[in-house]
T-cell receptor, first 109, second 114 residues
Framework: DAKTTQPTSMDCAEGRAANLPCNHS???????VYWYRQIHSQGPQYIIH???NNETNEMASLIITEDRKSSTLILPHATLRDTAVYYC??????????FGKGTSLLVTP | GAVVSQHPSWVICKSGTSVKIECRSL??????MFWYRQFPKQSLMLMAT?????????EQGVEKDKFLINHASLTLSTLTVTSAHPEDSSFYIC??????????FGPGTRLLVL
């Protein structure tokens, strides 16, 4: 699986958009970009995934660059409950998720 | 999203005893289930992958005789930590996936071995 690089930590004010970047320059053509988050002492929660096109669901938007070497997860209106560790993972469909260190997002009042 | 449950949510046991953790997919049939563990302030580490009706595939460094995995049905997988020791104390998390689809995670089981 391609390796990903994420900032260690980020802050965001409540009500503002949180933009979490991820670099995956070695991604191959059939690998998806997945985003999960883990709130303290809970199991990871699926957020969104994509292959080439931008994706949006009720939780977030995923913007993938045209060359697919990087992506951005957008939480449009962050709340205090969005404080968590966010993981960007690249993998082939059918394989297990391997978690890196992720980005620790702190949403402040 | 799909719902995955784990039982128990936490367990305390004496050193040398065995502990069984159950993982269930509640609203879908999971052809594959995964077991992870997470030590404090670290990321999740994959322990093993199990396909229904087959033997589990263990990651390097994970003892298959110590961590027994059974995936007897499409909705249930169990992890048994045999002869548990204090160093096995950790947060154990399972996930389940329908073939080719997204992985969904359980809430985790916190194990403390005294």
């Amino acid at each position: 699986d391609a390796k990903t690089t994420q900032p260690t930590s980020m802050d965001c004010a409540e009500g503002r958009a949180a933009n979490l970047p991820c670099n995956h320059s070695t991604i191959s053509g059939n690998e998806y970009v997945y985003w999960y988050r883990q709130i303290h002492s809970q199991g990871p929660q699926y957020i969104i995934h994509g292959l080439k096109n931008n994706e949006t669901n009720e939780m977030a938007s995923l913007i993938i660059t045209e060359d697919r070497k990087s992506s951005t997860l957008i939480l449009p209106h962050a709340t205090l409950r969005d404080t968590a560790v966010y993981y960007c993972i690249v993998l082939n469909s059918g394989y297990a998720l391997n978690f890196g260190k992720g980005t620790s997002l702190l949403v402040t009042p | 999203g799909a719902v995955v449950s784990q039982h128990p949510s936490w367990v305390i046991c004496k050193s040398g005893t065995s502990v069984k953790i159950e993982c269930r997919s509640l609203d879908f049939q999971a052809t594959t289930m995964f077991w992870y563990r997470q030590f404090p302030k670290q990321s999740l580490m994959l322990m093993a992958t199990s396909n229904e009706g087959s033997k589990a595939t263990y990651e390097q460094g994970v003892e298959k005789d110590k961590f027994l995995i059974n995936h007897a049905s499409l909705t249930l997988s169990t992890l048994t930590v045999t002869s548990a020791h204090p160093e096995d104390s950790s947060f154990y998390i399972c996930s389940a996936r329908l073939q080719g689809e997204t992985q969904y995670f359980g809430p985790g089981t916190r194990l403390l071995v005294l």
